[in-house]
């Protein structure tokens, strides 16, 4: 079994997508974002709050992506998804996806930066310069709860077990790669 977590309105196919909103919600936010209505025959979706036990069984999954999902969870949801991700993945088994680098988005600010991960009309806030709104809204808009730069993500990760790999993605992300050994 493979886990898509936080899945929003990208539903994978050949992956259990999984998500704390409900489909109608879903199917509104892809609506928003010009994405397909609703899930692809075949496509497996369940509803869940990856902040709690979780239902699937010890050792039962390859692998669990959870892209653009950990800034989202509060430091003990956070602590529930990373424990409960190491007791449902198999020996072997990879947790992959990213988050935004709080240090890059810093350095932007620090330079006042004419730089902006999403449109202007998205950015939004009452600064001049859109590396300020980005900051601020990375920090406080969109539901992140969390900030990381690239050692604090490996240490979160490593913390529960995980052989982890964290290293820098585009302009202003990380990915991670965290196997159980």
């Known amino acids: 079994m493979k886990l898509n977590c936080g899945c929003g309105p990208i539903w994978l196919p050949d992956y259990v997508n999984v998500d704390i909103s409900d ?44 892209d653009n999902l950990l800034e989202h969870l509060d430091h003990y949801a956070l602590t529930q998804f990373l424990s ?59 539901g992140h709860r969390q900030i990381f730069t690239g050692p604090m993500l490996w240490e979160r990760i490593a913390a529960f077990g995980f052989e982890t790999n964290v290293y820098p993605c585009g302009e202003h992300g990380l990915r991670f790669v965290a196997k159980k050994p």
């Open 23 to 66: 489909m109608e919600t879903l199917a509104a936010n892809a609506r928003h974002a010009g994405l397909a209505e609703a899930p692809l025959p075949g496509v497996i979706f369940e509803q869940h709050d990856l902040g709690k036990p979780w239902p699937w069984a010890t050792g039962s999954v390859e692998k669990i992506l959870a």
């Open 84 to 142: 409960e991700a190491f007791r449902v993945l198999v020996p072997g088994g990879e947790m992959t996806g990213g988050v935004p680098d709080f240090e890059r988005i810093w350095n932007y600010y620090v330079m006042d930066a004419d730089w902006s991960w999403v449109p202007d009309w998205e950015t939004g806030g009452p600064y001049k310069s859109k590396a300020r709104n980005a900051l601020q809204n990375m920090a406080h808009a969109w």
